[in-house]
């Protein structure tokens, strides 16, 4: 019941701006966009999530198109230690269930 | 002072042993889950709690059983352990979508 759709890979170049999209056309007027990540062997991470305005905090920024439909997570200045899975989710606040997708496998090049 | 901790990091077993995974948050967070994330990487949910109140349950096989004897405490119980069973599992606990996730528990049915 996959919700979004990621790039499966991407490269980056250590110090440069990380764009990673998520598409998520059937999003509904009450569901958030939530960005995690999971770097290898830990517990995955909470990074950022919006409704419908551009978010920002310590980690990253968050780019949601007007019609919601889409999104992008900004990594501002990539380092290796971002390289991770970044799973998009589309779910409502108010929803006890969190289900990951496949994700975006980010390498962070020197 | 770790939000979500898991008990223990690493097990190992034999088959049909029964074990058991603890976890503890000091978030004070209402609703708790168990993940399991197999070799191929997969996060599939297997339960959420909300309020020690099972809400959530993924077709996962009767012989794993969780138990919330408080809303800090989701603990995990596996009968008769199967080859298959070997996977990470992860604890986690959330308020208002934002969940935190322990550092996992590897466990290795031999």
């Known amino acids: 019941d996959a919700k979004t759709t990621q790039p499966t890979s991407m490269d980056c170049a250590e110090g440069r701006a990380a764009n990673l999209p998520c598409n998520h056309s059937?999003?509904?007027?009450?569901?958030?966009v939530y960005w995690y990540r999971q770097i290898h062997s830990q517990g995955p991470q909470y990074i950022i999530h919006?409704?419908?305005n551009n978010e920002t905090n310590e980690m990253a920024s968050l780019i949601i198109t007007e019609d919601r439909k889409s999104s992008t997570l900004i990594l501002p200045h990539a380092t290796l230690r971002d390289t991770a899975v970044y799973y998009c989710?589309?779910?409502?606040?108010?929803?006890?269930?969190?289900?990951f997708g496949a994700g975006t496998t980010v390498t962070v090049r020197a | 002072d770790t939000a979500v901790s898991q008990t223990p990091k690493y097990l190992v077993t034999q088959m049909g042993n029964d074990k058991s995974i603890k976890c503890e948050q000091n978030?004070?967070?209402?609703?708790m889950y168990w993940y399991k994330q197999d070799s191929k990487k997969f996060l599939k949910i297997m339960f959420s709690?909300?309020?020690?109140?099972?809400?959530i349950n993924e077709t996962v096989p009767n012989r794993f059983s969780p138990k919330s004897p408080d809303k800090a405490h989701l603990n995990l119980h596996i009968n008769s352990l199967e080859l298959g069973d070997s996977a990470v599992y992860f604890c986690?606990?959330?308020?208002?979508?934002?969940?935190?996730f322990g550092q996992g528990t590897r466990l290795t049915v031999v």
């Open positions: 986690a606990s959330s308020q208002r979508g934002q969940a935190f």
């Open positions: 059937t999003i509904s007027g009450n569901e958030y």
């Open positions: 919006g409704l419908k």
């Open positions: 989710i589309v779910r409502d606040v108010n929803d006890y269930k969190l289900s």
């Open positions: 978030l004070g967070h209402d609703t």
């Open positions: 709690y909300n309020n020690k109140e099972l809400i």
